[in-house]
């Protein structure tokens, strides 16, 4: 199958993710089935569709025919069967619990077309793991967008040990199609390029917060300062604890138990206080995005201390051969967070001795061996 070949696209779940990627494909002229477990799932995810149309329509970058045209072109499903059974290309976004992946691409290898390609939207997940339900993993592969997957770029295309080369082409070439960036990752390994590089941040942050290091708003406002998109905890709180939890309790099983959860976030998660989908999290979300006092920025807190774990980190995916370049990494991060500039660019600028003794003093003081600098980044060379 060419990429020219997919003409209807299924999409499993229409929550944060799932409504998002069915109007991505919308946008991109596709027939679109999107699937959830109950109506009430399948119309909230609806109206989101239509809401975010709306603002394209109001901002002219679609019009009003384009919107009816997409909304004619996307049919709902309960029945996962019926969802799939005429797709070219099947996208699973429901949500992170391995059991429950594997039971939709069993469901999924069942149900859709033989020459279907079924792809996961994990985001950490191994898709080896997910493609060993299915009889033909050949044709599983990852395809990890970013939130909101409407606005971001960044379109992660994952190879499990058995996805061949046509259905890794293919899912590139279609994220091309659907106007967006993506980037190759060669080798299944936790969280990918963006969520991987960002795990020990997380675990900083979880620190800083349960130690009384600085308050959420004294971060965020000073990240905001400094040209971020988003504050880091309000970013949390705009993806869901929830996610964020389940990322983290998977690097803790796959990578060190230094990325097990910090008790508040486990707290926050157990409270059902998820974030923006449910109006509390870190912050109140009750009336829409909270104002971060930007007055109330940790002055004394220096940003360059994401960045040196970043770059650590990203490092560490070069000496496994997870990513063909320190480029393919550059553009994976500039266009998932939506930032100027990617790790090893600032790496350049900063200093790669002066990042790793940061990396250095970080895991002497918080006790974190992920922290550690790698022999990379005490050498300065980046292949
Ligand atoms: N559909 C259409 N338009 C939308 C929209 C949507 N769903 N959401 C926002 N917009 C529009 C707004 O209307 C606004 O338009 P305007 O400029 O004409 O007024 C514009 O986008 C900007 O939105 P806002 O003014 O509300 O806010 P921002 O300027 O902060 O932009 C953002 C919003 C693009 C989300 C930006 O804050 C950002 O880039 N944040 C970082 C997001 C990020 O890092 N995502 C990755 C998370 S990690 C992940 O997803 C991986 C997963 O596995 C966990």
């Known amino acids: 199958m060419k990429v020219a070949d997919i003409k209807k696209i299924a999409v499993m779940g229409a929550g944060d993710m799932g409504h998002g990627i069915a109007e991505v494909a919308l946008l991109a002229g596709y027939k679109v089935a999107m699937r959830d477990i109950e109506q009430r799932f ?3 995810g609806l109206s989101r569709i239509k809401e975010s149309l709306d603002k394209l329509v109001e901002k002219q970058k679609i019009t009003e025919e384009n919107k009816k045209a997409m909304l004619a072109n996307l049919q709902t499903f309960i029945d996962i069967g019926e969802s799939v059974k005429d797709a070219d290309f099947v996208i699973e976004a429901v949500p ?65 040990k058995k996805t061949s080369e046509a259905t890794m082409q293919l899912t590139y070439d279609l994220a091309l199609r659907m106007n967006k960036v993506p980037v190759r990752i060669e080798k299944d390994s936790p969280g990918f390029i963006y969520n991987r590089i960002t795990a020990p941040t997380n675990i900083l942050l979880g620190l800083m917060l349960e130690r009384g290091v600085a308050t959420p708003v004294e971060i965020d406002a000073r990240m905001k300062r400094a040209g971020a998109p988003m504050g880091p905890y309000e970013l949390m709180d705009y993806i869901g604890l929830d996610v964020s939890y389940h990322i983290a309790r998977n690097f803790s099983e796959r990578l060190s138990r230094d990325h097990e959860p910090a008790s508040w976030l486990k707290a926050k998660v157990d409270a059902g206080e998820l974030g923006k989908k449910t109006g509390r999290g870190i912050y109140d979300w009750s009336k829409g ?69 940061i ?16 022999r990379t980044l005490k050498r300065g060379r980046v292949p």
């Open 359 to 374: 990396c250095d003093d970080l895991a002497q003081k918080f006790g974190i061996k992920t922290f550690e600098p790698t």
């Open 96 to 160: 992170e619990i391995m059991d429950l992946k594997k039971q939709v691409f069993q469901a999924l290898d069942a149900a859709a077309p033989k020459h279907a390609i079924l792809a996961s939207n994990t985001s950490t997940m191994s898709i080896t793991e997910i493609a060993s339900a299915t009889k033909k993993p050949k044709q599983v592969v990852g395809m990890h967008f970013f939130n909101p997957p409407v606005l971001m770029k960044l379109v992660e295309v994952i190879k499990g």
């Open 289 to 357: 995005r909270p104002e971060i006092d930007l007055s109330k920025a940790k002055e004394d807190f220096d940003p360059t201390v994401f960045t040196a774990l970043q770059v650590n980190e990203a490092t560490k995916l070069l000496e496994e051969g997870v990513v063909k370049s320190a480029n393919d990494i550059d553009k994976a991060m500039i266009n998932g967070g939506g930032v100027a500039a990617g790790p090893f660019q600032l790496a350049k600028e900063i200093g790669y001795d002066k990042l790793a003794k």
């Open 42 to 44: 399948i119309d909230k």
